[in-house]
């Protein structure tokens, strides 16, 4: 590259954006800790969080968050991955399938939590076209505080519907990315289909995995929406007892407690996933 | 094996025979190979599709077919009644202008200070641009929806709170490490040859930079700011943490959620989405642009 003739030029066309990140971003980290361990007075102590950890929906707003990044997320690879594929494997009107595809990624998940009430609701979609098809004769009640795990199913396949479409561009993006030699010179050794997956696109699509999975990973960690719409106070999760200890309780304290646990817990994740799935490069420093 | 056979000459009546029936057969394994893709990708597309056509004709039945049970999945009356319901509820309209304004607020911000720090990264080597690009890149790995919690305290004392300036900031910030990475991969990709050669020219680099290097970068900056756009009108957690009564429009559907009707909740689910399925047709062509760049 040339030397710059305005050597203060980039620095000055950074500032702003490094003043806004530092006032919008680095100061209310350091605040939300603040808050966290702080009290009205702004002494230290650990109170925000022992009253955090020993509220009666503390426990049952961690397993269920954690529950739910444990059986979304190997649903939206399969299926990103699986549409991807079909994206990758240029059939007619390519670009459409890729647009369909891509559609939940302009839906909230306040909309598509919504969308699934209408599916899961006692007189709703499913319950009517199971029993257009006679495989039910009283309607199922898929949506009951006392249910647990129908609760947890429905926020499952709502996300699994909303939120696979940003790992699918990601996977079709780094599928995009794979010389197509390899797929030839795989043909040309007669690989099947199955040792084409595991042999040529999933270690080339390793760094991609990766980054969906780190990104898709710090989103689970912020569902709120799809709980509040699906579930109510049905079930609980991190984001959702931020926001009532905010809102409801009015104690910005243990609300900043629970932000600093999901921001430790998000962080946490992303060392473990660079650690454990470690891309080519990093593997060689 | 087959591929040995086709290039052998073709003397021997059977052997050319048994090529021809392996040709045959590995046509037809193709054929059934793309038949099945096209059935995967057409269930995998329904798989999108369905729920969007339910809550679509759900929003425009009558409400007492809303309430109704079983469902027709092919509804034999349509009306506008539910969604005019929705639209004319107490602080829906003034709401959704909320929205708007919020969004467009966001997108400007984002904009006007994050695609200098993304052109600056694309096009001048210097001191602590690796250091830069990754602080960006690594604000990946925090909520940032979350931090509205201690930002609501500042907002408190900044006397902004419970305003669509507070949300717009807010979401400004959200969206900050996306329009730069975005922003710099598009200035990336128009020649640098062309702005060397209207500065040769005698543009000053201000000239250059509007004259040459905008028009080129346009539809990739019109298709990330609609993406952030998107962004700032579905998010709901920090709107509804830094709004009490200047609700956006999805704060104000969470937090009706307990007492309103299924006809309401409907129609709004379907007014929130529709929007969006415009934004991501208008800017399907940049998708893979957008998110694959930011992935590398």
Redesign the interface.
């Known amino acids: 590259m040339k030397a710059n003739r305005l050597g203060w030029a980039p620095y000055a066309l950074l500032v702003p954006s490094f003043a806004f990140l530092a006032i919008f971003f680095a100061a209310p980290m350091g605040q939300a800790f603040g808050l966290a361990f702080q009290d009205e007075r702004n002494a230290w102590t650990l109170e925000s969080w022992r009253t955090m950890f020993d509220d009666a929906g503390f426990r049952d707003a961690l397993t269920t968050t954690l529950l739910l990044i444990v059986l979304i997320i190997p649903v939206q690879f399969a299926l990103a991955l699986a549409m991807a594929l079909v994206v990758n494997a240029r059939l007619k009107f390519s670009g459409l399938w890729l647009y369909v595809y891509a559609i939940p990624l302009g839906i909230s998940d306040l909309a598509a939590g919504l969308v699934w009430l209408a599916i899961f609701d006692r007189q709703g979609w499913l319950n009517s076209v199971l029993e257009g098809l006679g495989l039910i004769d009283r309607q199922i009640i898929f949506l009951n505080y006392q249910e647990k795990g129908w609760l947890v199913f429905t926020i499952v396949m709502a996300e699994a519907w909303r939120a696979t479409s940003i790992i699918m561009i990601i996977l079709v993006a780094g599928l995009q990315g794979i010389p197509r030699d390899y797929f030839e010179a795989a043909d040309v050794f007669g690989a099947t289909f199955w040792q084409k997956g595991r042999r040529v696109i999933l270690p080339m699509l390793r760094p991609s995995l990766q980054v969906a999975l780190i990104l898709r990973t710090i989103l689970a960690f912020q569902a709120f929406g799809v709980v509040v719409a699906l579930a109510g106070s049905g079930t609980t999760v991190l984001a959702s007892e931020a926001y009532r200890w905010y809102y409801t309780l009015r104690d910005s304290h243990v609300a900043a407690a629970y932000s600093a646990l999901i921001l430790f817990l998000s962080v946490l994740s992303t060392i473990l996933f660079l650690v454990l799935l470690p891309t080519r490069e990093e593997q060689m420093g | 094996m087959i591929g040995v056979a086709r290039d052998l000459p073709r003397t021997a009546g059977i052997e050319a025979q048994a090529t021809t029936a392996g040709r045959q057969a590995r046509a037809r394994r193709r054929l059934v ?2 038949g099945l ?2 059935v ?2 057409t269930l ?2 329904l ?3 369905v ?2 056509y ?2 679509t004709i ?1 929003a425009f039945s009558p409400r007492d077919v809303v ?5 027709e ?1 092919i509804p034999s009356t349509l009306s506008t009644e539910t969604i005019r319901f929705f639209i004319n509820a107490e602080g829906v309209l003034a709401s959704l202008w909320r929205s708007v304004l919020v969004a467009l607020i966001t997108l400007a911000l984002s904009t ?3 695609a ?2 993304g ?2 990264v694309a ?4 001191r602590g ?1 690796e250091a ?1 690009r990754l602080t960006i890149l690594s ?9 509205s ?6 907002f408190i004392n900044w006397g902004l709170y419970d305003s669509i300036w507070s949300v717009a ?2 979401h ?2 959200l969206a ?2 996306f329009t ?1 990475l975005i922003t710099s991969s598009i200035f990336v990709g128009v020649p640098r040859d062309l702005e060397e050669a209207a500065l040769t020219l005698g543009c000053t ?1 201000a000239a250059a930079f509007l004259r040459v290097v905008m028009p080129l970068a346009l539809p990739g900056l019109a298709a990330a700011s609609i993406f952030t756009f ?1 962004l700032s ?5 920090a709107a ?2 830094l709004t009490l009564r200047e609700r956006t429009l ?1 704060a104000l ?2 937090s009706t ?2 007492d309103s009707l ?1 006809p309401f ?2 129609a ?2 379907w007014f ?2 529709a929007p ?2 415009v ?3 208008v800017i ?2 940049y ?2 642009g957008l ?3 930011v ?2």
């Open positions: 190979g793309r893709l096209y995967a990708a995998l597309a798989w999108v599709l729920p969007l339910l809550i759900t309430y109704g049970y079983p469902k999945i006007i200070i994050g200098p720090a052109y600056a096009r001048y080597a210097f641009r830069f604000t990946r790995a925090f909520p940032i929806v979350i931090l919690i201690p930002l609501a305290v500042t900031l807010m400004t910030a900050m490490p730069i680099p998107v009108w579905n998010e709901v957690f509804s943490i999805p559907i969470l959620l307990n299924l909740r409907f709004a689910a929130m989405l969006s399925l934004f991501i047709f399907r062509r998708l893979l998110w694959g760049r992935a590398r």
